[in-house]
């Protein structure tokens, strides 16, 4: 075949083209739309010229996560994991091809249809990009940009007689997209935004002011092969959040205001919260979709001052009984005020376990509060908190099915044996971990078929504010057997057996696992 130019039924020596040529043509021009959008996005974000999220693909991305179902959320989560967003852009990249073969294909016929289509397309892209949080109009530059470049390739190649000249320019056109992308992405990476990112994040290890620190007791880890470590290490951490680009902010332009019911509105920055005095605490994060059995839990130790001395400053009214945090992305939750008040640890955290917070986990500063589920406290990014009530606002998930409250549900998860796992007959440690933040384990129960309760022992009790180890010893006899455990918390309060699915407000019940004795 001579090549006749992307489209049409024929080439351009009058043979009829295969319809895979086709839809290639179509997907080629998709490439070029998405690759110089993409690119124009990049050169947006690196000359600051962009407060919202000039790519359409990160847009569309982040425009589905936040229309997402909550059944398909909670599908996402327990399928992908934390995965859950590379699983997206693999999905989102597999609709656009094959769309993009379609008007490929289309295009032999109806070619008002197929660039209308594809128009429609890009327009998706665009509404997704101008409805951002953040979005201001030049926003829509890229998308526009790369569609027309998209359309003029669909429509070149639909005239009678192709000339033969296009051949080259198009070639061009593709590797100077591949080109351009990688050197935006390059320049980006290097000299940009987030390079200045990355040099603010290396530089805050300076030495805090910490007026109470923590110390683990020598017995808070039981450390019995399989069992969750006490601390979990930072790359280790579960990561849930809505953010489709990880939020790559520069600590020296970040700033936090406390606004709505207040005497006086408060604005500080890295460098006054660097001075603050710090507390340091041990606080297990639980996220509100955790299935019963789960791994959306984690410990770690936070570094942080207390928000309710930042809100001391500002002074909230009377009738008050609600903070709405807003992250650097758009994301909010809404956090009781009394839990930000009282006297519990609630951070404005900048240290996870000593080190600067990852950005994937809100660095420069997020919010830590022990007791209530991430969805409704642990703001990551955060840059306002607005006192206000529950009546007048509400945070990210509540319209979307879940609980404009989330306090933490008493849990308690069994590590080890794993589920569906054989064990040697003989000794075995049965362990595990339970959480009832704020409130703190009292007890740990353990249940082998349908015998009677048997009280594991208990790690040392490190904070009420984290998880707690378990262990059982058991002296396993051959065969098919069922582990149960239930927690009693520091209020006497025995775990509930009651099944209850994540949404609207946690999962509970008792987890339960068979094992194979051999
Ligand atoms: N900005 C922002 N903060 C957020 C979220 C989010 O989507 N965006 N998700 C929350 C939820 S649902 C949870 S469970 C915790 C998880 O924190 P981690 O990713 O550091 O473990 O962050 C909370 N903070
Ligand atoms: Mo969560």
Redesign the pocket.
């Known amino acids: 075949m001579t090549d006749g130019g992307p489209a049409g039924a024929l080439t351009s020596d009058g043979q009829r083209r295969p319809p895979v040529l086709s839809a290639i043509d179509g997907i080629v021009a998709g490439l070029l739309t998405t690759g110089i959008a993409t690119l124009l996005a990049a050169l947006m974000t690196v000359v600051g010229a962009s407060g919202g999220q000039p790519s359409p693909v990160a847009a569309v991305a982040g425009a589905f996560i936040d229309r997402t179902p909550p059944w398909l959320k909670d599908f996402a989560v327990t399928t992908f994991g934390?995965h859950d967003k590379l699983a997206l852009l693999v999905g989102m990249l597999v609709v656009l091809t094959v769309i993009c073969a379609a008007v490929g294909v289309l295009l032999r016929w109806r070619v008002p249809w197929a660039l209308t289509a594809f128009a429609l397309v890009g327009g998706i892209g665009l509404v997704a990009v101008l409805s951002r949080p953040g979005a201001s109009p030049t926003d829509a530059v890229p998308t526009i940009v790369g569609v027309l470049v998209g359309l003029w390739y669909l429509a070149r190649g639909t005239q009678p007689t192709p000339p033969a000249v296009t051949t080259n320019p198009t070639r061009r056109l593709v590797l100077g997209t591949i080109a351009g992308g990688t050197a935006a992405y390059i320049g980006s990476t290097v000299g940009g935004h987030a390079a200045r990112a990355t040099a603010s994040r290396t530089a805050a290890v300076g030495p805090l002011r910490v007026a109470s620190r923590v110390s683990i007791p020598a017995g808070a880890d039981l450390k019995v092969p399989g069992l969750a470590p006490f601390i979990v290490p930072n790359d280790a951490?579960?990561?849930?959040?809505?953010?489709f680009v990880v939020?790559r902010i520069d600590a020296d332009s970040w700033r936090l205001r406390v606004t709505g019911m207040v005497d006086r509105e408060v604005e500080i920055d890295w460098n006054t919260l660097q001075d603050k005095e710090m507390t340091e605490a041990l606080v297990t994060?639980?996220?509100?979709?955790?299935e019963v059995g789960g791994d959306?839990v984690?410990n770690a130790t936070w570094t942080g001052w207390p928000v309710r001395d930042l809100l001391a400053m500002a002074g909230p009214r009377a009738g008050a009984d609600m903070v709405l945090?807003t992250?650097?992305?758009?994301?909010?939750?809404g956090t009781p005020l009394g839990a930000l008040t009282d006297d519990r640890n609630a951070l404005l955290a900048v240290r996870?376990n000593g080190q600067p917070l990852?950005f994937?986990?809100?660095f420069p500063v997020?919010?830590v509060v022990p007791g209530l589920?991430?969805?409704v406290?642990?703001?990551?990014?955060?840059t306002e908190l607005k006192v206000t009530t529950f009546a007048a606002d509400e945070g990210?998930?509540t319209p979307r099915g879940w609980a404009a409250r989330g306090p933490v549900k008493t849990e308690s998860r069994i590590d080890v044996p794993r589920t569906g796992s054989s064990v040697p007959a003989g000794r075995v440690a049965i362990a595990g971990v339970a959480w009832a933040q704020h409130r703190g384990i009292s007890r740990v129960e353990v249940q082998l078929d349908d015998g009677p309760w048997q009280q594991a022992r208990l790690a040392a009790d490190a904070s009420t504010d984290a998880w707690r180890q378990w262990v059982l010893q058991w002296d396993a006899p051959r065969g098919s057997h069922t582990i149960r455990v239930r927690a009693t918390d520091g209020t006497g309060q025995v775990q509930t057996a009651t099944t209850a699915p994540p949404a609207p407000d946690g999962a509970s019940g008792w987890h339960t696992v068979t094992v194979r004795v051999q």
């Open positions: 934390t951490f579960y990561r849930i959040d809505t953010a939020p994060l639980t996220c509100v979709s955790n959306l984690g945090q992250s650097a992305d758009g994301f909010t939750c996870m990852p994937e986990h809100g997020r919010v589920y991430g969805y406290s642990a703001c990551k990014w955060v990210y998930w």
